[in-house]
C-alpha cells in the first residue's frame, strides 16, 4: 500500500516553464522531505518542511506543507534542462518507531 | 553534512549465492537505519527498519530469511540478500537518521544483478 501518491508521474516540459509536483495522503505527517534522485544514485535531500502551512523556498524551488500535515507541494519556476530527474516526496512517520515513506515519485524532464 | 557511505555499488551474482551490501555512518551515529528497493522508474520501497543493538522490523511482503539485516554497530548495517534469484535483482538504498539530527541521509545505492 502506497501511502503518498504523488502527480503528475511523468512530466515532460519545455526550459522556462513551470511546474507544480504533488505529494498526497491521508495519513498526518510529523515531517516531509523532497528529494531529487539520479539515475543510478541515491537520492538527494532538497528540503524538510515540520509545520503544517509552512512554505520553503530554495532558488527557484518553493515547497509547502499543507496545514494538516498531509499533504505537499513542489513548485519550480522557469524550468531548466538540470532540474530534469525523479522527485521524491517522503513522509515521516513517528507513531511507535521512526519511518520513512516514499511517495510514488515524479519524473521530470525539461527539454532545452 | 553527514555522509552515508555504501558498498558496494554494484555487484553481480550468480543465481544461488548470497550477497552482502553494507552501510556506515561515516560522521554520525546512526541509530536507525533504513534499508530500501527501487526497481527501474520507480520509488523506494521501505523493506526494513533497524535499530542497533536490536532485530530489525520488516515491513508486510518482505521475507525475514531472505532480506538478513545487521545493526551491530551506531555506524554500521549489513543487509544480505540470501541465496539471491534474477527477481532479486534491483537497486538498493540504505539511509541513516541520527539521535539528534531531524535528517535523513541516503547511501549512493547499490545496483545488483543475479544472473
Known amino acids: 500500500t502506497q501511502l503518498l501518491e504523488q502527480s503528475p508521474q511523468f512530466l515532460s516540459i519545455q526550459e522556462g516553464e513551470n511546474l507544480t509536483v504533488y505529494c498526497n495522503s491521508s495519513s498526518v505527517f510529523s515531517s516531509l522531505q523532497w528529494y531529487r534522485q539520479e539515475p543510478g544514485e541515491g537520492p538527494v535531500l532538497l528540503v524538510t518542511v515540520v509545520t503544517g502551512g509552512e512554505v520553503k523556498k530554495l532558488k527557484r524551488l518553493t515547497f509547502q506543507f499543507g496545514d494538516a500535515r498531509k499533504d505537499s507541494s513542489l513548485h519550480i519556476t522557469a524550468a531548466q534542462p538540470g532540474d530534469t530527474g525523479l522527485y521524491l516526496c517522503?513522509?515521516?512517520?513517528?507513531?511507535?518507531?521512526?519511518?520513512?515513506?516514499f511517495g510514488t515519485g515524479t519524473r521530470l524532464k525539461v527539454l532545452a | 553534512g553527514a555522509v552515508v557511505s555504501q558498498h558496494p555499488s554494484r555487484v553481480i551474482c550468480k543465481s544461488g549465492t548470497s550477497v552482502k551490501i553494507e552501510c556506515r555512518s561515516l560522521?554520525?551515529?546512526?541509530?536507525?537505519m533504513f534499508w530500501y528497493r527501487q526497481f527501474p522508474k520507480q520509488s523506494l520501497m521501505l523493506m526494513a527498519t533497524s535499530n542497533e543493538g536490536s532485530k530489525a522490523t520488516y515491513e508486510q511482503g518482505v521475507e525475514k530469511d531472505k532480506f538478513l539485516i545487521n545493526h551491530a554497530s551506531l555506524t554500521l548495517s549489513t543487509l544480505t540478500v540470501t541465496s539471491a534469484h534474477p527477481e532479486d535483482s534491483s537497486f538498493y538504498i540504505c539511509?541513516?537518521?541520527?539521535?539528534?539530527?531531524?535528517?535523513?541521509?541516503f547511501g549512493s545505492g547499490t545496483q545488483l544483478s543475479v544472473l
Open positions: 517522503a513522509g515521516e512517520r513517528s507513531s511507535g518507531t521512526y519511518k520513512y515513506i
Open positions: 560522521d554520525f551515529q546512526a541509530t536507525t
Open positions: 539511509s541513516a537518521k541520527g539521535v539528534s539530527n531531524e535528517k535523513l541521509f
